[in-house]
T-cell receptor, first 111, second 115 residues
């Protein structure tokens, strides 16, 4: 069935260190993998996405890697800052249409 | 300005009440969605409308009734809800639905509490 698993559920890192969040998906036909950031009391916002024709995409301190063979993708945040504290959700599309989301990772940056 | 506006932000209702959630998007998108967000659970897709036609009803109980009068507006009518329906209800829009790789733009949500 349609399934996206996300780990870890909580993550605390020292300011300036890197954070990595991992997701696995079940449908080998999935070809779109976005990441959303949701700050406390706010709406989820797209921060980066990757399509299956590339293995890595970078935007300043944020990068996403995709391993289609293993069916997993990861979010990497370098030089973390307090404003990076939020809940991060991965997602994958199924049947080329619906997005299915992971359960979220609560990231806390320790000053 | 988020581009997707939801009202009300907070709603408390009894199990016998009838209320409606409203969503409006100013992005010129063709698809609109209702998601339910509960604690420690993934975002759950409830309904999808593409060009005002419902294309997805994800096994949602009939006490939730969506309405999409035009491509910019989406409603969720609520009646005889249960306490377990308490959650954050998020509206979203995207350029297209059937293209499958269209980013979602979310509203700020309605925090619903059923007493």
């Amino acid at each position: 069935g349609e399934n996206v698993e996300q780990h870890p559920s909580t993550l605390s890192v020292q300011e300036g260190d890197s954070a990595v969040i991992k997701c696995t998906y079940s449908d080998s036909a999935s070809n779109y993998f976005p990441w959303y950031k949701q700050e406390l009391g706010k709406r989820p916002q797209l921060i980066i996405d990757i399509r299956s024709n590339v293995g890595e995409k970078k935007d300043q301190r944020i990068a996403v890697t995709l391993n289609k063979t293993a069916k997993h993708f990861s979010l990497h945040i370098t030089e973390t800052q307090p404003e990076d504290s939020a809940v991060y959700f991965c997602a994958a599309n199924f049947g080329n249409e619906k997005l299915t989301f992971g359960t979220g990772t609560r990231l806390t940056i320790i000053p | 300005e988020t581009g997707v506006t939801q009202t009300p932000r907070h709603l408390v209702m009894g199990m016998t009440n009838k209320k409606s959630l409203k969503c409006e998007q100013h992005l010129g998108h063709n698809a609109m969605y209702w998601y339910k967000q509960s604690a420690k659970k993934p975002l759950e897709l409830m309904f999808v409308y593409s060009l005002e036609e419902r294309v997805e009803n994800n096994s949602v109980p009939s006490r939730f009734s969506p309405e999409c009068p035009n491509s910019s507006h989406l409603f969720l009518h609520l009646h005889t809800l249960q306490p377990e329906d308490s959650a954050l209800y998020l509206c979203a829009s995207s350029q297209e639905f059937h293209l499958g790789a269209s980013p979602l733009h979310f509203g700020n949500g309605t925090r619903l509490t059923v007493t």
